[in-house]
């Protein structure tokens, strides 16, 4: 164990400053002098995105990529989510990096956010609960996270510059619950301060959510790091407690020395600033293990699990699905060949390999025709394209369409202007379904699109980004080798103008203002009677459940009591399947405004045919509990709260009440 005090009592007040910000692009500085290393940063968070630092050019080395946020929270698998992290730490150590900066757990305020594919939810329960399984995981193998973008970092547009204007309940319970819960629950090594100033104070600088809340309320024993370049003033970052800045800033480590000289700034936030540096590297240099090894083919295999244990039934009349391995099928799109399976910026992997749809279905022997229909790169078709496409839906007994955005329309740094699909990817929709009506369409997004065409195909698949081995997790949905039991993380709206943000979202000026406050997602859609295309918590499975014999430990309880749920899951079909069992609170109208209903807890079982498992769930005072503004903390009123097993945010299919005395 390094002796920090004494290191510190050695270091200059110049050796001190230059701890505070990084040596290049991913390294913290090393003080040779005195034995200090540097710890090593990389991005993910859904793969590595690693320098080759033996090379001049530091070109990325390639790497496992596996499904982005989006397509993981489908899932709805905290235990996944920790496989996820356990793999990722594992890749950490064969390829030297201390930490990885993830997991992204921002709350998906529109659909636009060109972001959103690298965030988990719109909502806070959900999003904590996965980052904490994520944290948890990849910390396990003795490497660190950086939990981002702290906080209400949702919009790409003007991220350099905006204030994100929001209110203190909102800020509370959707904004920052998800941070809080993996702060508590996980103690991330790092976490990441946003580029996006929060109520006219830019994140780095915000003392009162650094240090008082994240540090003296949550107990954030960790370091706090600027976003990549999102420090204005590194003398106002140290006061606030945001411990370095990234990447390199030699130049203006000079002013911080300067500043302590002066006054300005006082040496004890310097030293609390280096301690916390200082320790990381330490927590780094203990965690790295000697030759470590990765298996990149059984990573591409383990890709192809979560994806396929994410992936979203959205429809599916008449059983189309799944196929038969027997069916002559026609696979049409270019997705299906070269599958669009991240986002574009600074998640962006090389992958180590792909796996299309086409590829993977003939690997399994099974025969399918192909067109293209679109092309890869800018989505536009033409006749010729859309005529080879009609023909091969009309030569097979049943169809499949690959379509989704394509790779300029989701990316960091810009937001969507629109929620559409191509044009071309429309019209392909209608062509080909007028050919052949046992069609399934396979979308590929980062975040919802429009589907103007959803009566048409008998079957939808969303695949989100699903990976580099989308193509045969997609196989192995279509055609029933997995029981699909992906569930919606996200509503989705059927026009972008039913957002609960449309109005305000990129905002004027440098102003964003969040008037929708916490009716977010489906607590708005819910509580408005807004009808969406489809509901938070949505998705189908080749097999049925029925939920019976719903029980709470008691009907009256004190705010401090902890309540007793649990409820009966039965699968009644056919078919082995996975359900994600789903429990709101629904608040009676009391003194405070509250959404219809809120998630609360989740699990996801596997029932055999025939199989019965009790699902049990112990819910505490935080599961009624709103942020009070005008006392500053969470209340639980007094009054009757609904327990609602839910099939997803709108579909109740048991309630019972419980009374807060
Ligand atoms: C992104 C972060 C990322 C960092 C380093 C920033 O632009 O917002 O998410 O980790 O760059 O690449």
Request: hydrophobic fraction near 35%; aromatic fraction near 8%.
């Amino acid at each position: 164990m390094t002796d920090i005090k004494k290191l510190l009592s050695e270091l200059t007040l110049e050796e001190k400053a230059s701890l505070t910000s990084g040596e290049d692009f991913w390294l913290t500085k090393a003080v040779e002098r005195l034995g200090i290393g540097s710890a090593r940063t990389s991005d993910g968070p859904h793969g590595l995105r690693a320098d080759d630092y033996s090379r001049e050019d530091h070109a990325t080395m390639p790497a496992v990529c596996f499904p982005a946020a989006v397509t993981t929270a489908a899932s709805f698998d905290r235990e996944m989510l920790r496989e996820l992290g356990e793999e990722l730490g594992r890749e950490c150590l064969a390829y030297g990096v201390d930490v990885l900066l993830g997991p992204g757990i921002n709350i998906k305020r529109s659909p636009l956010c060109g972001r959103n594919f690298e965030y988990f939810s719109e909502d806070p329960y959900l999003a904590g609960q996965l980052g904490e399984q994520f944290v948890k995981g990849v910390q396990s193998q003795g490497v660190g996270t950086s939990l981002k973008h702290f906080f209400a970092n949702s919009q790409e547009t003007r991220r350099f510059t905006s204030s994100s204007d929001i209110d203190e309940r909102a800020i509370r319970e959707i904004y920052l619950a998800a941070f809080e819960n993996v702060v508590k629950k996980a103690q991330p090594w790092t976490i990441m301060a946003s580029y996006n100033k929060i109520n006219g104070t830019y994140s780095t600088a915000n003392r009162y959510y650094i240090d008082e809340v994240l540090r003296r309320e949550w107990g954030f024993e960790g370091l706090v790091v600027s976003d990549w370049g999102a420090t204005h003033d590194r003398v106002g970052a140290i006061e606030a407690g945001t411990d370095l800045t990234m990447p390199a800033e030699k130049h203006s480590d000079r002013w911080v020395a300067e500043a302590v000289k002066s006054g300005r700034l006082s040496e004890k936030a310097l030293d609390r600033c280096c301690e916390r540096v200082l320790r990381l590297v330490e927590k780094a240099e203990k965690g790295r293990v000697k030759n470590a090894e990765c298996d990149k083919k059984a990573a591409h295999a383990l890709a192809r699990k979560f994806a396929a244990n994410s992936l979203v039934l959205l429809k599916n009349e008449g059983g189309l699905l799944p196929l038969k391995k027997t069916d002559k099928v026609a696979f049409i799109g270019a997705f299906a060949e070269n599958p669009r399976l991240q986002g574009g910026g600074s998640s962006h992997i090389r992958e180590t390999e792909i796996t299309g749809a086409l590829g993977a279905a003939r690997e399994a022997g099974i025969n399918v025709i192909y067109a293209a229909g679109y092309d890869r790169g800018s989505g536009e078709t033409d006749e010729g394209l859309i005529r080879e496409a009609v023909e091969a839906a009309r030569n097979a007994e049943k169809a499949v369409l690959f379509i989704g955005l394509p790779d300029s329309y989701e990316s960091e740094g810009g937001d969507r202007k629109h929620m559409r699909l191509p044009e071309a990817h429309n019209r392909l929709v209608r062509e080909v379904c007028a050919a052949n009506p046992d069609t399934a369409v396979v979308l590929h997004n980062g975040s919802p699109v429009e589907m103007p065409w959803i009566d048409e195909p008998k079957a939808v698949l969303e695949a989100y980004l699903g990976g580099q081995a989308v193509g045969g997790a997609e196989v192995d949905i279509l055609f029933g080798d997995v029981n699909p039991s992906g569930r919606l993380a996200e509503s989705f709206p059927k026009r972008l103008e039913d957002n609960p943000s449309y109005l305000w979202y990129f905002g004027e000026g440098d102003r964003v203002s969040y008037n929708e406050s916490i009716f977010v997602g489906y607590r708005y859609y819910e509580t408005k009677k807004q009808e969406v295309l489809f509901p938070f918590g949505y998705g189908l499975s080749y097999t049925e459940f029925e939920y019976s014999n719903l029980r709470l430990g008691r009907s009256e309880m004190t705010e401090d009591d902890p309540l007793e749920v649990s409820v009966d899951v039965k699968n009644v079909g056919k078919t082995t399947g996975k359900e994600v069992v789903q429990l709101y609170v629904a608040s009676e109208k009391g003194m405070a405004i509250r959404p219809v209903r809120e998630l609360k807890e989740f699990a996801k079982i596997r029932l055999m045919p025939g199989e019965t498992k009790t699902v049990s769930f112990t819910l505490q005072k935080r599961a009624f509990a709103h942020w009070d503004s005008e006392a500053h903390c969470w209340e639980a009123e007094r009054g009757n709260y609904g327990i609602q097993i839910c099939k997803n945010a709108h579909k109740v299919i048991l309630e019972k009440s419980v009374r807060i005395i």
